[in-house]
């Protein structure tokens, strides 16, 4: 079936480019022309990516995604006429999934909306009904919050209790890219601070232990900004 996604740009042309674009890659495409609409369109009829423009009227582009949040982890991919990086970090930390900017080249959006939608298509691959109820799966990374057990490709990791809700916090959203201050206020108590080297240092003795069963990749850095949670496979 074809995917489906939903274009929110102010500019026609910009809409028209980016939709003649995905339709010639067999995607089935809404244009919407601001936020509110776009929010509107997405609650009436979901699709599977959301690419946004970020100076928008009526709500923008970041108002929007703060929205979808709330009820949806659609993937979404940001556009900008700016390079702004405070833009691009706060649109990814917000659970943005990539970040564009203009002048851009059709092929290469549609390039990666197809990475995004690849991703998003192993992480639902295995069916709900072989897995424990409540159990998080991302590629081989299986978690089952209420045994507090952490698995890769069966094997059974042990995780100190921090290291535990570190990586639950990144499998229960594996398209966000989170900063050391939302990891730390996410997995620590609130009344308890700790430093970026501490947080770093939790990444490492996780990435080891997954290392040591075999994975290689559990955790990516994404400079700049933080950490996500690797593909897994």
Known sequence: MNKHILIADDDPHI????????????MQVTQTEDGRQALDTFRQHPTDL??????????????VCREIRKFSEVP???????????DRILGLEIGGDDY???????????ARINVILKRTQQQHSKPAAELP???????????QPEQHTACWDGIALSLTA???????????????VFSRDSIMGNAYDSNVYVSDRTI???????RQKFADAGCENVIETVHGVGYKLAACQ
């Open 133 to 143: 109820q409540g159990t998080l799966c991302h590629g081989k990374l299986s978690i």
């Open 100 to 110: 564009v900017t203009k002048p851009f080249s059709p092929r290469e959006l549609v």
């Open 162 to 176: 921090t290291e535990f809700a570190m990586l639950q916090l990144f499998a229960r959203q594996p398209t966000r």
């Open 76 to 86: 979404i991919l940001f556009l900008s006429s700016r390079d702004d990086e405070i």
């Open 15 to 26: 809409r028209d480019v980016i939709g003649f674009a995905l339709e010639k890659a067999g």
């Open 50 to 63: 959301m690419v946004l423009d970020i100076n928008m009227p009526e709500l923008d582009g970041l108002e």
């Open 200 to 206: 770093d240092s939790h990444i490492r003795h996780i």
